[in-house]
């Protein structure tokens, strides 16, 4: 009984604040942007108790704990993209995603025999299926699923099941600048005589076979995207790791020969490392289990009955929200989250005069029915100032850790922020950002 009210206390808890902040939310973006969004009509109203972002408004009024002496020594890492900022959301869900897994479970190797991919657990393949029907980001009929140990143990499973057995030269790799900075690195990570990075998309010109990778929305930008190099005998890997309605509009399913996806971005669980693959050409899935065979003998059972498990939990929360057990969709909560943190930055950064952010133009999101803006996981931001021409030595200076666009295979003028950190750290990114002005030191 003391269980069941301290869930109802936390359900109702978080319907109350993100009724709110969606109120404040819509509010502003009908203000400042014309673009509105998915907001539940008879909004409750109530104290906002759950999310406590700060107002530039006001800056002196910022969080308590972002005014310590110690926080403004604390340097800030915005480097990697880790996805610590759902933890906001899945605290409160409690035992919803409990799963106890007694120890003579999960022993064999073996998930489902029956199944091309046999260390899929057909629980995960379930639920895989069920949340693309739900939120309407993917074609899964006629499709083979592959899961892998995170996305990246898959796109390695990619390159190696798309290179040509039989060639003496291996197949050149590319992505349009700026592109993720680790296909460099994983493209040409064993020296593979499969395969070789061959850098920008856009002036990749000779006449031979390639491999695109193509990411949308694009990490580092967050821009949507399609393949540019405009060959033949071209193949193409849809990296769609951020395809998810917090990040951008849902235009349409995709229906690709090969895409990817992973939980890492789409619920925050990054630590499980689950992804998968969704592959239409069977010997092209037999090659990538193939890999994966060989490189770790399928994907953790325990891993992936927590990801089966996670994402039966956001289905739901989308297909019974406005109900007694979730008072809104998993989905609804991280949008909302994600556009305060842009409106934040996007104050904050017009308040410095010194930096810019990428323009993304509204479309109309399928899944909250709506027209929305784009609010990606990472701030591709610009520094503008004649006299800097390292971004990232410049916050560096500032206790601001980032990722230079170099790595990108962009200048360094540019640097990438990860917008999913936890809030206090980002409320401190937001606090030191704003003070950054014209006049700062070099
Ligand atoms: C575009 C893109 N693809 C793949 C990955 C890797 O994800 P995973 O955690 O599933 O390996 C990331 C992680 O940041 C990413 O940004």
């Known amino acids: 009984m003391g269980v069941v009210s301290l869930r109802n206390f936390f359900v109702l808890s978080l319907a109350l604040n993100v009724s709110l902040i969606l109120k404040a939310v819509n509010q502003n973006e009908n203000l400042h942007s014309g673009a509105s969004i998915a907001v539940e009509k008879g909004a409750k109203v109530a104290k906002m108790t759950f999310l406590s972002l700060p107002s530039l408004s006001s800056p002196s009024a910022a969080a308590p704990e972002t005014q310590t002496p110690l926080a403004t020594e604390r340097v800030i890492n915005l480097d990697h993209g880790d996805p610590t900022m759902y933890e906001q959301y899945w605290k409160p869900m409690g035992d919803k995603t409990t799963i106890v897994i007694p120890g003579w479970q999960s022993m064999s190797y073996f998930s489902d025999v029956t199944n091309l991919c046999w260390f899929m657990e057909p629980e995960l393949a379930k639920q895989i299926v069920r949340i693309h029907k739900v939120v309407g980001n993917a074609v899964t009929k006629g499709r083979h699923i592959v899961v892998g140990t995170g996305s990246s143990q898959l796109l390695l499973a990619a390159l190696y099941a798309l290179s040509p057995l039989d060639s ?41 076979p390639y491999i695109e990778l193509v990411t949308s929305p694009n990490n580092p930008d967050g821009f949507v995207r399609h393949g540019v190099v405009n060959r033949t005998g071209g193949i193409l890997v849809h990296d769609l790791a951020y395809y998810w309605p917090q990040y951008t509009p849902i235009s349409t399913p995709a229906d690709n020969d090969l895409s990817l996806f992973t939980v890492s971005k789409c619920t925050g669980h990054a630590g499980l490392r689950i992804g998968w693959a969704l592959v239409k050409d069977v010997e092209v899935a037999k090659r990538m289990i193939k890999f994966i065979e060989l490189n770790t003998i399928g994907v953790s059972k325990d891993s992936q009955l927590r990801a089966a498990k996670v994402l039966e939990v956001v289905s739901s929360s989308c ?38 952010l990428p323009n993304f133009s509204p479309a109309h999101c399928n899944f909250f029915d709506n027209t929305l803006g784009t609010q990606p996981a990472f701030a591709w931001l610009k520094c503008d100032r004649d006299d800097i021409d390292d971004c990232e030595n410049f916050l560096r200076r500032h206790k601001i850790l980032t990722r230079s666009g170099k790595h990108f295979g962009v200048g360094s003028k540019y640097v990438r922020i990860s917008m999913l950190d936890r809030e206090e750290t980002y409320n401190l990114f937001i606090e030191r950002l704003s003070q950054i002005s014209s006049y700062s030191y070099i």
């Open 319 to 356: 297909e019974q929200a406005g109900g007694s057990e979730y008072a809104e969709s998993f989905f609804l909560f991280s949008h909302t989250l994600m556009a305060e943190r842009w409106r934040l930055l996007k104050e904050a950064v017009k308040r410095s005069g010194i930096f810019s």
């Open 168 to 208: 003496s030269n291996p197949i050149s790799v590319v992505s349009a600048a700026p592109y993720y900075s680790s296909y460099p690195l994983m493209t040409d990570c064993v020296k593979s005589g499969l395969h070789k990075w061959s850098g920008d998309a856009k002036v990749f010109d000779k006449d031979e």
